[in-house]
């Protein structure tokens, strides 16, 4: 399908190829190269991005496939609009559509802006989960293609995009949040899966973007984002957006305030071992909430614990967790030596795991010592880890080193922990209990991983304050989308005998996006083909039906043919106007 602007062709020597087809010039681009080894030829793999304009050999009419290789090109800053594709991919908008009527996203949303703005934000949040991209120069394409949540589907152009970014002010963002917390059930008792990553930035103008402990350290200062959610329902409640310096422990103890702002009273958090710290723990209890946190079985302070119970239960099948293929137990002990107070701690031992970090530990071994040995004959310095697994001998004047030998007893000691690893919680849980409860926590995970991977995040594209609190709210709702797909998918593949490829998220809406519809010559958009049997697979893990895609079908059509028909009316209104004259 092609696009409904011109760009240059790009300059990509040995890599673009002309093609004449139907009296028409076509680009292609190699993108790869496939060697066969029998026939000991190179076989290139094209892709057509576009079609050359008759009238100037320099300029092309780019497709789709442009966008996915030349992503980062020059694009006109306005693209003309003013008729909608003739093919509609609306599959993707009516599981979209459902679940946003479910959790009354648009209603929230309108309490604190105004419709349009509304329908827009949404839209942009539907754009990244379906086109996996954030970028707002691309949005117009999705809008050319897709159904929209704007008032009779009016398509913007990324200048709209952009004043939204800058606009958004942060009471609706502050209230939106309020409402959608004050709206879960403060009854029942709620398990906080949070977690958080961190993103780096170039941007000067964004305060929040400081030096800290990147996960990935590109040199960059970056910012930090998290995100609670409830770890039953899968659903992510609340974010944060913090100063790039601040680590994850000193956060927690803000977020756990947060909690309570909103009114959670009866709750417990799961924490991945980053959280760990005595203060934490104890600001938790304070407050009377729960927490379950896990802890390697290399750190020091729990090392104790499992050698006086290993040999006890690692081959006990009464002990064995056949869902997670790990062996338990639980004990009540003091975790620091100075006070009386007892947690629970639950006991693992993994064959896999252990496996996996001996591997690990004999590997670091290797690398030390070739370090250490290139290094014989230097004066050297030699850091914490080193010296903690090796003795080092120098020579008589005290500097030059001569010789490493390995401190075999902390080596051994290191091995026999490998595969440990345990949860302290404060409620009295078994084992299995434990487990499980930590194990729920992989939806928030999951959330982390499609925030970069599957919603374009990787990189904000912000030079602002302003459009970065904007474009984390609309990340945000996104989540809450995408969480939602996730966790339907994932039920009906465990209902299901077999549990097809299809049924993962990006998979399911490129099978949803084949569902169409197809402006005639009456100018009315009508459902293409009837809905196939993978289809139906999965709309039904939503709740819906081939009906259900007929229906919301010839809303959109009615929709879209009124706006046509208003469209005409005012052309008409025009031209009179102008014969007055």
């Not at 991209?133 to 394409?141: C, R």
């Amino acid at each position: 399908m092609f696009l409904d602007y011109k760009v240059q062709i790009p300059d990509s020597p040995g890599k673009i190829v002309r093609k004449n087809r139907g009296g028409n010039t076509y680009i292609e681009y190699e993108y790869d190269r496939t060697y066969d080894s029998d026939k000991q030829y190179t076989y290139p793999k094209r892709a057509s991005i576009g079609r050359v304009d008759p009238e100037d050999p320099t300029m092309m009419t780019p497709n789709q496939n442009f966008l996915k290789y030349f992503g980062d090109a020059e694009l006109p800053k306005e693209h003309s609009r003013d008729r909608r594709s003739p093919y509609l991919n609306i599959g993707p908008y009516v599981v979209l559509h459902k679940i946003v009527n479910d959790y009354r996203l648009k209603i929230l949303l309108t309490e604190f802006m105004d419709e349009d703005d509304a329908g827009l934000l949404l839209d942009l949040a539907c754009y990244s989960i379906i086109s996996e991209n954030n970028a707002a120069q691309y949005y117009p394409d999705y809008a050319f293609t897709h159904p929209l949540f704007t008032p009779d589907m009016k398509m913007y152009t990324d200048s709209k995009v952009s004043d939204l970014l800058k606009n958004l002010r942060p009471e609706t963002i502050v209230g939106f949040l309020n409402e959608w917390n004050g709206s879960r059930n403060k009854k029942q008792k709620v398990y906080f899966s949070y977690d958080s990553t961190n993103k780096s930035c170039q941007a000067g103008e964004i305060d929040l973007a400081e030096f800290g402990k990147a996960k990935v350290d590109d040199g960059q200062p970056v910012f930090n984002y998290s995100v609670a959610c409830d770890a039953e329902n899968k659903v992510p409640l609340f974010y944060e957006l913090y100063p790039g310096s601040i680590n994850d422990v000193a956060q927690l103890t803000c977020m756990v305030d947060k909690a309570k702002g909103f009114g959670y009273r009866n709750i417990g958090f799961i924490l991945d071992r980053g959280y760990f710290s005595r203060k934490n723990l104890e600001h938790m209890e304070e407050l009377g909430f729960s927490y379950l946190i896990m802890v390697k079985g290399m750190k020091e302070f729990i090392q104790e614990i499992i050698l006086k119970y290993k040999g006890k239960f690692e081959n006990k099948r009464a002990k064995y967790i056949d869902q997670y293929d790990v062996y338990g137990m639980q004990t009540d002990r003091a975790l620091f030596g100075d006070e009386s107070r007892k947690r629970h701690i639950h006991i693992y031992y993994s064959d896999a795991r252990a496996f996996s970090e001996k591997s690990e530990i004999k590997q670091m071994i290797r690398r030390l010592k070739a370090y250490l040995e290139a290094c014989q004959g230097k004066e050297c310095t030699f850091g914490g880890e080193i010296q903690k697994y090796f003795y080092l001998h120098y020579e008589e004047d005290g500097k030059t080193f001569k010789i490493a030998e390995e401190n075999t007893k902390a080596i051994d000691r290191e091995l026999s922990l490998a595969g440990y690893f345990a949860i302290i919680s404060s409620d009295n849980l078994t084992a299995r209990e434990a487990i499980e409860l930590y194990k729920s926590r992989d939806a928030s995970e999951k959330l982390f991983r499609s925030d970069k991977s599957y919603l374009g995040n990787k990189s904000m594209r912000v030079a602002s304050e302003e459009s970065l609190e904007s474009k984390t709210f609309i990340q945000f709702i996104a989540l809450i989308l995408r969480a939602k797909i996730y966790t339907c998918l994932k039920d009906k593949c465990m209902a299901m005998l077999k549990r097809p490829n299809y049924m993962t998220v990006p998979a399911a809406l490129k099978e949803l996006e084949k569902i169409v519809m197809i402006r005639q010559l009456d100018g009315v958009y009508r459902l293409d083909h009837a809905v196939t049997a993978r289809q139906k697979t999965i709309l039904s893990a939503f709740g819906l039906n081939e009906g259900n895609v007929r229906y919301r079908a010839d809303e959109i059509g009615k929709t879209l043919k009124n706006q046509n028909t208003t469209a005409d009316m005012q052309e008409d209104d025009d031209g009179e106007d102008e014969t007055e004259q």
